[in-house]
């Protein structure tokens, strides 16, 4: 059965990828972009995340153009890497405003109408940082940590109706975020890597795609790495 899917971050990157994968097996399809528009095929809305009014509209303009959304992929996500005593409060805020704050609002708004649905699926896009630290990301892996308590806090209060919220934690990927990493640091990520390599954003898509289906309707409450083995026992 055909459902209605929203990918915050939907424009780019994994998300873009998680997208292109429900569109593929025939759902509607919604993305948020900050003004680039939405690639072919996808229906656009304007978003910043971190703006309860903003976020407000945007479900109401994929309500009016395709229906309740009874997916939603919480992918949107920034870093802003440095040490912790370089580390402002501005960026410490920012990025776990971003991160984690943004999330919040959408699945706030997502569940009422799940809940009214009998159904939903929320899927977080956190990281394997989130519950395995990296140096100089304090702020990234905290936002990324308070996803799990978030989606497991979901899944004690909406589990009954038929609504999972899953977390998805993805390991080194390769999109821009990656791209701009140093040679010397690529190298050594991949090292450490179980699997020897990065991961395509597609390998990270067919697993969201998994959670969303029917078949994983009694997985709640889970955190899925996708990263090659890199956080094992994390
Ligand atoms: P990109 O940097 O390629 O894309 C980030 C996306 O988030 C863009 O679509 C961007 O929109 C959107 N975004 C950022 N801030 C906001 C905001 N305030 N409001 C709305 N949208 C916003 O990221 P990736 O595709 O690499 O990452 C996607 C997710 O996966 C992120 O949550 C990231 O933390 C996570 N992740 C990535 C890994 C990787 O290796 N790349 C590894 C593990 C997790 P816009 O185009 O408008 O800027």
Known sequence: MARTVLVT???RGIGLAIARAFEKQGDRVAVTHRGSGA??????????ITDPAAVDAAFTEVEKELGPVEVLIANAG?????LLLRM????FDRVVDTNLGGAFRCAKRASAKMLRARWGRIIFISSVVG?????GQVNYAASKAGLVGMARSITREL?????TANVVAPGFIETEMTAVLPEAR???IIKAVPAGRLASADEVA?????LASDAAGYVNGAVIPVDGGLGMGH
Do not use: H, K, M
């Open 9 to 11: 971050g939907g424009n």
């Open 39 to 48: 690639p072919a095929g996808l229906f656009g809305v304007r978003c910043d």
């Open 78 to 82: 920034i870093t802003d890497d440095t």
């Open 88 to 91: 402002s409060d501005d960026q």
């Open 131 to 135: 519950l395995y630290g990296g140096p």
């Open 159 to 163: 589990g009954s109706r038929n609504i």
């Open 186 to 188: 690529q190298a050594e």
């Open 206 to 210: 067919a697993v969201v795609a998994f």
